[in-house]
């Protein structure tokens, strides 16, 4: 099994405080990776780490994607790459048409691959073939992005970004929040369907619910800026019955 | 010569207009509209006067106004020189009285059917002082557009010129006035009257983008149930002072002001919006608004923005007003990025999308690709 992305003893703040305190973790190619962990264990700071946010400094440790030493990379740089995040908590930027953001960004993306750009129908077409498949109103294509979006569109949204631009890596920053259940199956179905041997998922969240749409292969625990443990499905299990203090150092 | 030398004494013949400058004094680095100018580098410098000579006017489908004097018009356009003009005589700029004073003959163009009109400015004299008037009267009921165009080659010259404009009932009148300005060394007053009439419609667009030193500052009154609907763009790089002043009246019952203006400023870039909404007590039911936000696109930019308001009614059925200065969003920006979009590029869709509420307003493409041309001029 090959590795997709290396993350090594990282350490990282925010400010002057220390958030992250030395994160092992190898995520394997094909592999859906869950990181779970009580709020403000790090989870978010380690998904900025692995995108290049620029609140989030690494003070020590490296992050390898395939095979590439990324720490230091801009953030377009990583996504170009293929390393895609579907944001906790999506911006809305007014002014800024939700459809053409999207073509900017899959036309940098195919400049990057060395594809012709596609043009302002051909990219219509595709995207409202998604939009379709998504359930979602076609209207959305002509507003500005994420404006005026309730929670379960916001989190619809990235997941339409995220086949469109079709990363490599993906991470899902508790894409489960806010989404009732029905929204819930949706995204998981739309997230089973983009699971490919070549394809990693690192999906946070810090409920089991969406684990029972979406399978992990592996289960992290992380607290306090570290991971506790690591292992299959049988951890969920054990943390719904005791907590996450079980895995507490002694 | 110098504007600070001028001598009231010699202009006998226009008493009213020395009169009125003597009670309000020469302006000075503390006079309110342009305490953040910087104005005393410019009366206190040596011109060359020039007074635009009257020529004949060639027939065009545009007008065209040379270092102050037209030199082109359209056939439907009828065009006087008045000596002695009506004159605003509550204008809160002293540069306006002193530009009358200094003119002998007002351009005047006299609108008479609906149309649409382009204008253009080209200032040409390099050290020259070149002060004009252009006067615009409407017939009522009609709609008229015009265009402003600014082609600028003069370097150390200012240029003291402005509109004075009556707009009869019942008119409307859409001015967009496009400055953009490439010589860091250009300076332009102007100080324009604006008279709205019974129901009359007045909107402006203004697009200040560029490098020089310019300040307009326009007085606007609204008689009953007339409307003005302002918009304001300044994009000011390198050591640009780029900036507008207002004073508008409501003066006539239900009338109404609208204003709104968005600021993008870098390098050592100054901006100003410094807008003075009046309502007077015999404008019942009038509503103002007005609205002032500015991105600085880095350290050592600068805006000055003062919406204010004076309301000397008690029945007013909207008065709100509000200004904000800040940076570029990043979590916005990283979102993007985050996407594959490149930094710069980024930035510029997010400063685009801070200008597109006017842009798309005033539904003209043309004046936003002027922008992008000039904001994507790198050093
Ligand atoms: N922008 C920030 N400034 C300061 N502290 C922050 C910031 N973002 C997160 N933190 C702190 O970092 C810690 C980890 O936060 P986060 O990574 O968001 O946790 P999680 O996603 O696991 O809930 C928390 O203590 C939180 O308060
Ligand atoms: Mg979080």
Redesign the pocket.
């Known amino acids: 099994m090959s590795t997709m992305m290396k993350i090594k003893d990282l350490h990282a703040q925010?400010?002057d405080?220390q958030?992250?305190k030395g994160i092992d973790l190898e995520l394997l190619k094909g592999k859906v990776h869950a990181i779970m962990?009580?709020?403000?264990?790090?989870?978010?700071?380690?998904?900025?780490a692995i995108v290049g946010h620029p609140?989030v400094e690494v003070t020590k440790g490296t992050i390898v994607y395939k095979d590439k030493d990324i720490t230091d990379w801009e953030p377009e740089e990583r996504a170009l790459e293929g390393i895609f995040m579907a944001f906790?908590h999506p911006v809305e930027i007014p002014g800024v048409n939700n459809a053409y953001f999207l073509r900017t960004a899959l036309n940098a993306k195919r400049k990057h691959l060395g594809l012709p750009p596609l043009n302002a129908a051909e990219f219509l077409r595709l995207l409202k073939e998604k939009i379709k498949e998504l359930g979602m109103r076609e209207e959305m294509i002509h507003r500005s992005l994420n404006e005026g979006f309730s929670g379960g569109e916001k989190k619809l949204n990235e997941i339409l970004q995220m086949e469109i631009l079709e990363p490599d890596f993906v991470i899902l920053?508790?894409i489960d929040s806010g989404l009732d259940i029905d929204a819930l199956k949706k995204v998981s179905e739309a997230i089973n369907k983009m699971r490919t041997p070549d394809r990693t998922f690192m999906i946070?969240t810090?409920y089991r619910k969406i684990l029972d749409y979406i399978e992990p292969d592996f289960v992290h625990v992380?607290k306090n800026?570290k991971v506790l443990k690591t292992g299959g499905i049988e951890i969920v299990d054990a943390l719904e019955k005791e907590g996450y203090k079980i895995f507490e150092e002694v | 010569m110098r504007i600070l030398d001028i001598n009231l004494e010699e202009y006998g013949a226009k008493k009213a207009l020395v009169q009125k400058l003597k009670s309000m004094g020469m302006p000075t680095p503390k006079t309110e509209h342009y305490r953040y100018f910087g104005i005393r580098p410019i009366l206190d410098k040596e011109y060359i006067p020039y007074s635009p000579p009257i020529q004949s006017i060639e027939e065009a489908d545009h007008i065209e106004i040379v270092d102050g004097m037209v030199t082109k018009a359209p056939k439907s356009i009828f065009v006087e020189f008045l000596t002695n003009p009506k004159v605003d005589d509550s204008h809160y700029d002293q540069i306006y009285y002193i530009n009358h004073l200094l003119v002998d003959k007002t351009i005047h163009f006299e609108l008479e059917k609906d149309m649409e009109l382009t204008i253009v400015q080209k200032f040409t004299k390099t050290g020259a002082f070149v002060p004009y008037r252009i006067k615009i009267s409407t017939q009522p009921g009609i709609n008229v557009k015009i265009e402003e165009e600014c082609i600028v080659y003069a370097e150390e010259s200012l240029y003291l010129y402005g509109y004075d404009i009556d707009l009869a009932k019942d008119a409307i009148l859409q001015l967009l006035q496009n400055r953009v300005t490439g010589l860091e060394n250009f300076a332009q007053i102007a100080s324009h009257s604006v008279r709205c009439n019974k129901n009359s419609e007045f909107r402006l667009f203004t697009f200040d983008f560029g490098v020089a030193k310019t300040l307009h500052n326009y007085h606007i009154t609204l008689e009953e149930n007339a409307a003005t609907n302002a918009n304001h763009v300044i994009f000011g790089k390198e050591k640009a002072k780029l900036g507008n002043t207002f004073h508008i009246e409501n003066r006539g019952k239900d009338s109404r002001t609208h204003q709104f203006s968005r600021n993008i400023l870098k390098d050592k870039a100054r901006g100003i919006f410094d807008g003075l909404l009046i309502v007077k007590n015999p404008a019942k039911y009038s509503a103002i608004y007005q609205d002032s936000k500015t991105i600085l696109l880095n350290d050592g930019a600068f805006m000055v923005s003062k919406p204010q308001m004076e309301i000397y009614t008690e029945y007013i059925s909207e008065a709100t007003h509000g200004s904000t200065t800040g940076q570029l969003d990043e979590e916005a920006l990283f979102y993007l990025r985050q996407r594959g979009i490149a930094k710069e590029q980024a930035k510029e869709m997010l400063v685009l999308s801070f200008l597109d509420e006017i842009f798309e307003k005033l539904g003209d493409e043309k004046i936003k690709k002027e922008f992008i041309e000039l904001y994507e001029e790198r050093e």
């Open positions: 925010i400010g405080k958030i992250l962990g009580p709020n403000g264990a790090g989870k978010s700071t380690l998904s900025k609140d906790q920053d508790e946070i810090h992380l800026g």
